[in-house]
Structures are given as structure tokens and as C-alpha cells.
């Protein structure tokens, strides 16, 4: 079994920046891709950003690429989303999520259906 936990949401004026951490633990969670996704009121959860450990390999949405970063500290087992310029638009429930599956291609887990395990979800709030 694998724990996902996020923190460091919270409230932002537009314009400013927040940091999300995501710490997994359990057996072989260093070696699995992970992954960011969000979810607004009445809509539905989508792709942030993605990394994949085996190749370092990163992937953004259109919507926060230039702005938003993913990194990883394997010897913490945790991932980290650095968002910058925050816009109202970015309001919404951030969930970090694990995927299991070894990849031997370039694929890319984008999709809720690629991961397996899910943190809770830190709110974040960005102000006019």
C-alpha cells in the first residue's frame, strides 16, 4: 500500500506563488511516476503537471506551463509543485497522485485513469 499526503495550500492574491509538497511512502513509491491533478467546483479533475522517475522526464498542462513547476527529492520520497503568477482561475483542490505502472516507452501518465493511489487534496485559493 502506498500513502500519498499533500500540503502547503492555502490562501494567495493573484500574482503570488505557493509551493506544494506530496510525500509518498511505501514499498517501491521512489521508483513510480507522479503526478498532479486539480479539481474546481462542478468541474471535473484534471491534469496539472507529471514526472516520471525512471526518466526524469516532466509534463505540464497548457494552462500553467511557463508558470507552474514539478520537482521530485527521491532521497525524501517527495514531490514538490511550485506555482507561480497565480491566477483566480487556479482555485481548486490540488491532488497528488501515484502511478505504479513501469513504463518501457515515453508515455506520459496525463490521464486520473493512469494513477493508482491519491493523497486527500490541499485547497488552494487564489484572490482577485
Known amino acids: 500500500q502506498v500513502h500519498v499526503v499533500e500540503s502547503g495550500g492555502g490562501l494567495v492574491q493573484a500574482g503570488g506563488s505557493l509551493r506544494l509538497s506530496c510525500a509518498a511512502s511505501g514499498r517501491a513509491s521512489s521508483s513510480y511516476s507522479m503526478g498532479w491533478f486539480r479539481q474546481g467546483p462542478g468541474e471535473t479533475r484534471e491534469f496539472v503537471a507529471a514526472?516520471?522517475?525512471?526518466?526524469?522526464?516532466?509534463w505540464y498542462a497548457n494552462s500553467v506551463k511557463g508558470r507552474f513547476t514539478i520537482s521530485r527529492d527521491s532521497a525524501k520520497n517527495t514531490v514538490y509543485l511550485q506555482m507561480n503568477s497565480l491566477k483566480p482561475e487556479d482555485t481548486a483542490v490540488y491532488y497528488c497522485?501515484?502511478?505504479?505502472?513501469?513504463?518501457?516507452?515515453?508515455?506520459?501518465?496525463?490521464?486520473?485513469?493512469?494513477?493508482?493511489?491519491w493523497g486527500q487534496g490541499t485547497q488552494v485559493t487564489v484572490s482577485s
Open positions: 497522485a501515484a502511478d505504479s505502472t513501469i513504463y518501457f516507452n515515453h508515455y506520459m501518465p496525463v490521464a486520473p485513469g493512469d494513477y493508482d493511489y
Open positions: 514526472t516520471r522517475s525512471s526518466t526524469d522526464t516532466t
